[in-house]
C-alpha cells in the first residue's frame, strides 16, 4: 500500500522508453474496451497515479521529487508518449518490468518500484495494466535523472539487494484457505504492495520475509505505519469485518481514522474498489493478525517527570481535546475516534500521535464520507512541553498501555514535512 503506497526510504522507479511497439490483443470473451476498463480498475488497486504523477503534474507524466536517504529520486513518464513515455513497449516488454523488475533490454530497476510485490501479479492483470495505460494521453515530458550519491548511483548494486530480498514469482494461492482470503492476499501482498511501507526497511533498504507486514518507520516522511499483524498496533484480529472495511473504503470506521499518508491510499486507490474486493483484504488481513494480548497494565509511573508531564498534559487534554474526544476518550465515532483504548495511540512508537497534535490533518474525502471531519494543528498553540504532555497523558489514561514521550521527541518532530 504506499504509500500505505508511497514508497519512501528506497529507490524510485526509473523507467525509460524502449522496446518494440506492438498492439495489445483482447482476449476471447473480452472486448478491447473491457480489458482497459479492468486495467484502469487494477492501476487504481495498485496506487500506480500516487507515484508516477507531480504535484500540479500531469497524471503518470512522472516528475514527481522523493527525497530518500540515498538522495532525490524523481518518478517516470508511464504515458504512451513514444520518445519519453512507454509507447514503443510491449505487453511483454511491461511485463518483464513488473514481473522480473529489470529493463525490457534487461537492465536492472532500483526496487522503490515495487517489482518484490509486483512479480505476484498475474500475467493477464499486467497485459490490462498495460492496455489502459496505452490508451491515456500521451504526454511528451523527459524523465529527470536521479540525484543520488555515490554508491548508490551504481545500478549494479542492486543485483546484491536482489539476492537477499527478491524472490521472482506469481502469487500461488493456499488450498487451506477460501477463494476470498486467497483473493485478499493476492491484492494486499501483489498490487496493493502493502509491506513497502508496513514492513521494517533495514539499513540496505530491504525487508526479510519473516518481518513482513510488522510495521516500520517510513524514512523522510516521519511517519510509523503501524504492524498488520500485531493486535498490540494495527492487527485488525479483534476487529469486525465491517470496521475493517469501512476503513478501507471511506477512511473513517468505528475502529479508527486514517490520516497521513494510509489517507492518500485510500484516496488514490482504495476507495475505487469493489465491495467484494474490499472484504477479501478485510477477511486476509484480519486472518494475518497473531494473538497478541494487550500488556498488563502498569503498576507505576515511569518516572518523575513523566509523571509532571502527565499531570500537565491532563490539563491540555480537558482544555484542548475533550470537546471532540470525550472526558473519557471515547470519542464520536467515526468522525472523531476513540483514543481510550486506540492501538494507534498505545505503540511502541509516539510518532503519529505526535505528529496529529502538532500538525492535524483531515481522513481522505471519499464517497462514503464526503465531508470530512479534521483535526487542528496545535504546533502553533502548544510548546514541544505541552505536546509531549498531552500526548503522554493520551498514551496512559483510560486504561491505555502507552508510555510517556519526551519534549525532545516533539521538537524533532515539529519541523518534519507535511506531506
Not at 127 to 156: C, G, M, T
Not at 300 to 319: F, H, N, R
Request: aromatic share 10%; proline share 8%.
Amino acid at each position: 500500500m504506499r504509500s500505505f503506497s508511497q514508497v519512501l526510504g528506497l529507490f524510485f522507479l526509473s523507467v525509460v522508453a524502449g522496446g518494440v511497439a506492438d498492439a495489445q490483443q483482447p482476449t476471447a470473451g473480452h472486448s478491447a474496451s473491457d480489458i482497459v476498463k479492468r486495467g484502469e480498475y487494477l492501476a487504481r488497486a495498485g496506487d500506480c497515479i500516487a507515484c508516477h504523477t507531480a504535484p500540479e503534474g500531469r497524471t503518470f507524466a512522472g516528475g514527481r521529487a522523493m527525497p530518500t536517504p540515498f538522495g532525490t529520486l524523481y518518478s517516470s513518464n508511464i504515458t504512451p508518449d513514444r520518445e519519453t513515455g512507454i509507447g514503443k513497449w510491449t505487453a511483454e516488454d511491461f511485463y518483464i518490468t513488473m514481473h522480473r523488475g529489470r529493463f525490457p533490454d534487461g537492465g536492472l530497476i532500483y526496487p522503490a518500484m515495487p517489482f518484490a510485490s509486483y512479480t505476484k501479479v498475474k500475467r493477464e492483470d499486467s497485459d490490462a495494466i498495460f492496455a489502459y495505460l496505452k490508451s491515456i494521453p500521451a504526454v511528451k515530458q523527459q524523465n529527470r535523472e536521479h540525484d543520488l550519491r555515490f554508491p548508490y548511483n551504481n545500478r549494479e548494486l542492486i543485483l546484491g539487494w536482489r539476492t537477499l530480498f527478491f524472490t521472482e514469482g506469481q502469487y500461488k494461492p493456499d488450498p487451506t484457505k477460501s477463494a476470498e482470503w486467497n483473493r485478499g492476499a493476492y491484492l494486499v501482498e501483489g498490487l496493493g504492495h502493502c509491506g513497502m511501507c508496513h514492513s521494517p526497511i533495514n539499513a540496505l533498504g530491504g525487508t526479510s520475509q519473516s518481518e513482513a507486514f510488522k510495521g516500520g518507520l517510513i524514512p523522510m516522511q516521519h511517519w510509523y505505519a503501524p504492524s498488520l499483524t500485531s493486535n498490540r498496533e494495527a492487527g485488525l484480529g479483534d476487529w469486525s469485518l465491517k470496521d475493517i472495511t469501512d476503513l478501507l473504503k471511506t477512511g473513517v470506521s468505528a475502529r479508527g481514522v486514517v490520516y497521513g499518508p494510509m489517507a492518500e491510499v485510500v484516496y488514490n486507490s482504495l476507495q475505487y474498489l469493489t465491495d467484494e474486493d474490499t472484504r477479501a483484504m478485510a477477511v486476509y488481513l484480519k486472518g494475518i493478525a497473531e494473538p497478541t494480548p494487550r500488556a498488563p497494565a502498569a503498576t507505576t509511573l515511569p518516572s518523575t517527570e513523566a509523571s509532571l508531564l502527565i499531570s500537565l498534559g491532563k490539563t491540555v487534554y480537558d482544555t484542548k481535546c475533550a470537546t471532540c474526544h470525550g472526558a473519557q476518550g471515547e470519542g464520536k465515532p467515526p468522525h472523531w475516534p476513540p483514543l481510550a483504548g486506540n492501538q494507534s495511540i498505545e505503540m511502541e512508537s509516539a510518532v503519529n500521535p505526535i505528529r496529529m497534535v502538532l500538525n492535524g490533518g483531515y481522513p481522505p474525502g471519499t464517497e462514503g464520507n464526503p465531508r470530512p471531519y479534521g483535526m487542528p494543528p496545535f504546533a502553533g498553540q502548544l510548546s514541544d512541553n505541552e505536546v509531549a504532555a498531552v500526548v503522554s497523558y493520551i498514551r496512559t489514561a483510560w486504561g491505555n498501555r502507552g508510555t510517556a514521550v519526551s519534549a525532545r521527541d516533539a521538537n524533532e518532530l515539529r519541523s518534519a514535512p507535511l506531506d
